[in-house]
């Protein structure tokens, strides 16, 4: 039997919401409109780009949900460029319960909203990128909820949905597990709670890191 762990990453493997606010605000600057609150952003986490600014400008034009895209990367790259970024730690526990998920015979992916640069810069600056066999992200496939990363990365891992688990925090994952077939593992500490996760289909739902082996067996 092959297991496979799918993680997503914002929000999951690491806590970057204050980033990714600052350059969505940066973003709706240049597009000359008003950026939503915090708690508005952090709700989009996970899904694709363009995807997430038409879930926060539903009524505008499709070109300016491209434009504002492109000016979020941009916004992002100069961040990195300038030193900017602020901290993306890890969550407190995370690197250790990959390690024990590895040792109980667990393969491990990730699939993220994320660009492969983006996930990139994450792992090196963790040093985990070693733990992963697949690595699924915004750049080959459509945005979540769509099966489309999950599909790919059983491929990648030669697993089953019965044998797959997906593990994040927003119910954009949970749709998604449910759209492959997968099972669907909600994580409190993230950007959607547990309401959320539940109505997006989490079979279960883990209150802390530490939970994760244990709920996963």
Request: negative net charge; hydrophobic residues 50%; charged residues 25%.
């Amino acid at each position: 039997m092959t297991r496979l762990a799918v993680f997503d990453c914002d929000g999951t493997l690491v806590d970057s919401q204050a980033n990714i606010c600052l350059a969505m605000e940066e973003a709706f600057a240049i597009a000359g409109r008003t950026a939503p609150d915090r708690p508005l952003i952090r709700r989009i986490v996970g899904l694709s780009l363009v995807e997430a600014v038409r879930t926060l400008l539903p009524h505008e034009d499709p070109d300016l949900h491209r434009r504002m895209a492109d000016d979020y990367r941009q916004a992002f790259h100069r961040m990195r460029l300038t030193k900017a970024l602020l901290d993306e730690p890890l969550f407190d526990g995370i690197a250790a319960v990959i390690d024990r998920l590895r040792a109980d015979g667990w393969l491990l992916g990730v699939a993220t909203g994320k660009s492969d640069r983006g996930l990139a810069h994450i792992l090196a600056a963790h040093d985990i990128g070693d733990r992963f066999i697949t690595l699924q992200t915004a750049d080959r496939h459509p945005s979540k909820p769509d099966p489309a990363m999950l599909i790919a990365a059983m491929a990648d891992a030669g697993s089953t949905p019965a044998e797959t688990a997906m593990i994040g925090d927003t119910s954009f994952d949970m749709a998604m597990a449910k759209a492959a077939g997968t099972r669907a593992v909600g994580v409190a500490w993230g950007y959607h709670d547990a309401a959320d996760l539940a109505d997006g289909g989490a079979d279960v739902i883990a209150a802390t890191v530490a939970d994760l082996p244990r709920l996963l067996a």
